[in-house]
């Protein structure tokens, strides 16, 4: 089956939801208007749907004619809060919110895909799950959680699992692909450090805690530098800085909050005791008290399973136009993780980046603009790789 033949044969529809999609974006757990149009558009194809799967999250089951494996393809659903500025004239409709990531498109592809697939139930082997997931970018919970523990990865049993993310750091129509950890666990820190205020005239009659935290700032930077083995990625940012009201107020309390990323669980593990020491030492040399606290529920390493990684290249180097490519990790964190962790699979990046085009622009950035003529092959490739793994005699 030409699989890209029959995305393209579809493409209006899928540009058209994307689009719809994108003028109505919403935030984490609020995904409520997006979960129902996703819903009812998969009933439209015959699809079995659960609604309110751990909060806005729906399934979509899919049986195909004969006998074969169990394959899920999931997509994101959430906005960020974020004003648009771009040039589309179907721009966010939504004050302050906007489908700054693309998830908008990961929706679109996923519903196109269970589209071609509904269509060719007859050759269709296994069962496909469609995951639409709520709160990606929330972190934390997030929304795969949630999904997982109402069953999501059960009855029947899900043997492989899929996803992509669009990627503005990608030409058009390249797929990046990687065996292995592809990104990062995002620990959240935040380091509260006590002093005792008093006049900015008389510093040595206080326990300044701003002083203190310029200290702190630095001295974490040599847990990346000093501490961490450098062939181990390893980033530290403190990224908020909050104290203090007056300039000649020494304040009592200063607070940091920052990320740590890592790609390996040893690594995180050092790197979180490091931190916390580091802070707590610096602080105590000059008096101060340092409470450490660390998000409790991080997103996992995004690992990619070899096998299933190299098989689903196989699969993807069948569709004419893209460039599969090898690329390095990234340290940002993806709630994907979690289902990788119940089952083997791949998440791989669609590239967008088209300066003819005017996709130029970060994900996350106000004037984020996707290329809208790489949908099709996303759509063909989340298609094919349930269509081929759910094939008890195919590339698994
Ligand atoms: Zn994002
Ligand atoms: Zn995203």
Redesign the pocket.
């Known amino acids: 089956m030409d699989f890209l033949a029959e995305a393209s044969r579809i493409e209006p529809e899928i540009i058209k939801t994307r689009r719809i999609l994108h003028q109505h974006p919403e935030l984490a757990y609020h995904e409520d208007r997006t979960a129902k149009l996703v819903s009812d558009m998969l009933e439209s194809m015959g699809i079995d749907v659960k609604r309110g799967v751990g909060g806005t999250g729906v399934l979509g089951v899919l049986k195909g004619a004969r006998p074969g494996r169990v394959v899920a393809l999931r997509a994101?659903m959430d906005g960020l809060p974020v004003q648009e500025l771009s040039d589309v004239d179907f721009k966010s409709k939504v004050d302050g919110v906007m489908h700054a990531?693309?998830?908008d498109t990961h929706m679109a592809m996923l519903l196109g895909a269970a589209r071609i697939l509904s269509e060719s139930k007859d050759g269709l082997c296994g069962t496909v799950k469609f995951l639409f997931q709520p709160a990606?970018?929330h972190g934390g919970r997030g929304g795969a959680m949630p999904m997982i523990e109402a069953g999501v990865m059960k009855d029947p049993r899900v043997d492989y699992v899929f996803g992509l993310?669009i990627d503005s750091t990608r030409k058009s129509g390249e797929i990046g692909v990687r065996e292995g950890a592809m990104m990062a666990a995002p620990d959240t820190f935040k380091v509260k450090i006590v002093g005792r205020g008093g006049h900015g005239s008389a510093p040595h009659e206080t326990i300044d805690p701003i002083y203190v935290a310029a200290h702190v700032i630095l001295a974490l930077q040599g847990v990346s530098s000093r501490m961490i083995n450098p062939v181990r990625p390893f980033v530290i940012s403190v990224g908020a800085v909050h104290s203090g009201t007056k300039e000649n107020i020494i304040p009592d309390v200063a607070m940091l909050e920052g990320t740590i990323r890592t790609l390996d669980e040893a690594t995180r593990k050092r790197a979180k005791q490091r931190v916390e020491a580091v802070a707590k030492g610096v602080c105590k040399t000059f008096g101060a008290i340092a409470e450490v606290e660390f998000e409790t529920d991080a997103y996992p390493v995004t690992v990619n399973d070899p096998e299933a990684t190299k098989k689903a290249v196989e699969v993807l180097r069948k569709i004419p136009g893209i460039r599969i490519k090898t690329i390095e990790p990234v340290l940002g964190g993806e709630d994907f993780s979690r289902f990788l962790q119940k089952a083997p699979g791949t998440f791989y990046f669609l590239g967008t980046d088209n300066p003819a085009k005017g996709c130029t622009y970060p994900?996350h950035s106000s004037k984020f603009k996707v290329d809208e003529d790489v949908l099709k092959f996303g759509t063909a490739s989340l298609a094919m790789l349930a269509y081929e793994f759910g094939n008890p005699k195919g590339p698994a």
Do not use: I, K
């Open positions: 994101d990531c693309g998830h990606e970018e993310h994900n």
